[in-house]
């Protein structure tokens, strides 16, 4: 048997008497003091938010929370109507949809402007904000050429300004989280728009992860930060299908228009399958 | 600290030079010796199939692999769409909705008919097959009068007859497997159509949790069956899905439906939405 | 084909420059004014809480956030080391074992709770608090009769109290929510300690479960308020094994000490396995 | 609303009197007449394997199925322990691990060895077999300069072969697959072994990742077939721990371990903790 590497948690313990998360007092200093977004910011940085974290935090969990009728939310509804016991499973099925489609942007914005800074020949003087036009047109100019998308712009529905950037970044400017990360993602906005020809706003995911720099938070945490909001969010679609079911409806619309082609091929016989 | 229990496996080992699965030599004994549904047999079972049994066992895997376009295929090709670099979760996602609605009656209708022989009251008497119609009406009598469905009986599509049931009761009398659960099963349709008024068929769930029994594999283990068979058709789908998607217009269509009578509320604007 | 039923959902919308979320503006109305506590609210019962709902929602769902090492954090960390470039599915992995055991009894204890009020005979005068301590007694029976056990009494650790359960009821009690349902738990509390000779505490689940009776939240939304606070502290869990990772080192030792009876049957050959 | 792209599916339909899958007659031309392994290479490929094709296909199904004790059979068994009543659920939670990490080295052979005979520039010639030592050492090279692990190559335990790879090779010879693609892989592994000094065997996921190509089956189709057969060892290790279980002492070891740092800060008290 090799040698034992210690097992270690920093998370969370507990006596008869008390509990402790990430070294706070669960019952005396959480409970009744702190609010969900508080916890999630104390699960992920290990310590309590200031007022305006706490303020810019919760908005950014609150955007991530909805996003409506979309794949994951569907999936979520289909396994509700096979599992209806175990809702657990349906919202457990709704995110893992959540991969690098949908959810992905976050993070790599985040990422994004995170190396931009990072840059051993920018370095500093590019951290100074000295010349953020460049970066952002240096930024577009790897992607165009890579024929990668930009991530973080652009919305089918939201133009030509995602009213949820806007808020996001006021309530930045009030909290003190408007610096340099929004601001080169501004330039890259502009730049993209320059280099494209038309309108390229800063949708809610590319406003999220240039926020999540500001608050020091790394590119896996944004993403976490989606995953939990939208488990919120696939609870309130799982009540609403039980409420009010659209999964079987769906299913039966599907099938139907998608093996209308094959029926009849066995025995000349035509009619929907529904197999229990 | 509490008193140790040692964990213990008895299903897979190795060495450099072989390894063992439920103590058969993996390369020697197994690999280009047994087929995909006699391996499975030995993980439920922790033995080799004899010949009749691997036929009977295989076709009630075959029958499990594939129901087209239902709930649980659209949940995988809706997580596909979302995260393609990940097909397990896909997978995974198609499996959550394997619940009480879909599969549950094939482990329903074992354990009804497992429990009819070891009720202690029926005892050997009614092992011995003396009166198997007495049985029958017994057991749609108490789920009559307890508003239960009973599981295994009926389909809106195969009727007069599930053309599976009948197929795996063919191989069943091949392969004796044709014993006294089949002939309850049988008994119980009977009196259910009798006391229902209309054909209630024995479905292919039915006939399975009769063959199961048979067998001599419990409720869980038949339960166990439908998951890894499904398993193996959530990939057919999500490889289709690939080729040929209809996750995303499935979204598009449901969303644009769905939310048609609240668009306009907010400023006067009506156009669908589509949030990344 | 069947005639159509519509697809309907009152959750969200959108339009270019406006969101809505269960009937509120996301950018005027939610971002920035409420916590993700409150958004959890909206999502489960379609309206924002009022101060108090506030303060006694979000101290029910910190006090579910985190549970340290259990079960389902194992499983989020065993998933994280095979694929951590999906995250969302070791928050799903974890999710799934939030079924009957470990999270169930909050689901229980509501429903018990809310079934002692609603039943027929007990009526509006049960209902009108007459006679809680022989409520509690018949509960207490029916459970011993039918060797249920009672949901959310007793823990392992905490005792003769649960320091969350104190601090719950104290937060009830300043906004407003505690009750008779409450009161029943409180009752049912004392009836058990009497029948079974030793204390039998209210815990944490039993707790919420009377506090969400209060608030006029269904059992099935208490499960779903148990689903989305351990999706925040998988969230947490997840970022620390990427930090500080356990589960390798937890599979080896189970691995070697589990297969150490088997080890040598084969060629004679003692070594452990670690099959990629 | 945009423009409806039709739904469309080729994989199964059915009729009152007859199911139809992939083409086939489920009834007359599957059950009983083929096993599950070749119904897996009909779900994958769309027709029914020749006999060399189902004995191939068969025995790297059988490989693949089970692993022991690893961490995605542990997160099944955590899983379970938490959810006995979903075992589509622990299952599920098993697969989720399938990632980059254990599983995903089949589909890199794949796709490592598949890139190497259609890249342009080496073209037919290449895939003449013209100079397989080259193209072996051209792929060691380029590994090596961009710090990447050669997928399919060496293996802690088995070792100076891997037993399963010299098995499924001589399959590979009785079936007609041992052809340019496991000449290839043979190669690397040689050309690999003298480049790093030190005996680089192909492992099992190196010898399937050829023996796919070998099918004509994608490195996308190679991913999903380990995912399908590990379903299958997946309800074998859930079944296990239902009858003999592990998860619940191997959590409490851990949580005891792992915590032990912490105890005693709150109030002087030191006891293990178990949160329900």
């Known amino acids: 048997m090799s040698q034992r590497t210690p097992l270690h948690t920093d998370i969370a313990w507990s006596t008869p008497e008390a509990i402790g998360v990430h070294g706070h007092d669960l019952c005396n200093d959480l409970l009744g003091e702190v609010n969900f977004g508080d916890m999630a910011f104390l699960e992920v940085t290990g310590r309590l938010p200031t007022p305006p974290q706490s303020r810019m935090f919760n ?25 209806p016991e175990a809702m657990q499973a349906a919202v457990a099925a709704g995110l893992l949809g959540l991969g690098s489609v949908f959810v992905g942007s976050t993070e790599g914005s985040a990422r994004m402007l995170a190396q931009a800074f990072a840059a051993p020949d920018d370095g500093p003087a590019a951290a100074a904000g000295a010349d953020l036009p460049a970066l952002a047109e240096a930024i577009v100019r790897t992607h165009r050429t890579q024929k990668k998308i930009i991530p973080g712009l ?3 529905i939201h133009k030509p300004v995602d009213p949820r950037t806007v808020r996001l970044f006021a309530i930045a400017e009030q909290t003190g989280f408007h610096g340099r990360y929004v601001a080169l993602m501004q330039a890259v906005a502009q730049a993209a728009s320059a280099a494209f020809g038309k309108p390229m ?14 608050m020091g938070l790394s590119s896996q945490v944004s993403h976490g930060l989606g995953v939990m909001a939208r488990a919120v969010g696939l609870v309130g679609h799982v009540l609403e299908e039980a409420r ?3 999964a079987v409806e769906l299913w039966h619309r599907a099938e139907d228009e998608a093996t209308a082609h094959m029926r009849g091929r066995l025995h000349g016989q035509a009619s929907p399958s529904r197999e229990p």
Not at 204 to 212: D, H, P, S, V, Y
């Open 244 to 246: 009010r079911p659209m």
């Open 59 to 83: 908005a950014i969990l609150v955007t991530l929370v909805e996003h409506g009728i979309v794949p994951s939310t569907l999936a979520a509804r289909m396994t509700y109507a096979g599992a």
């Open 201 to 214: 706003p800063i949708n809610a995911t590319g406003a999220i992860g240039a926020l999540c720099c500001e």
């Open 154 to 156: 652009g919305h089918p």
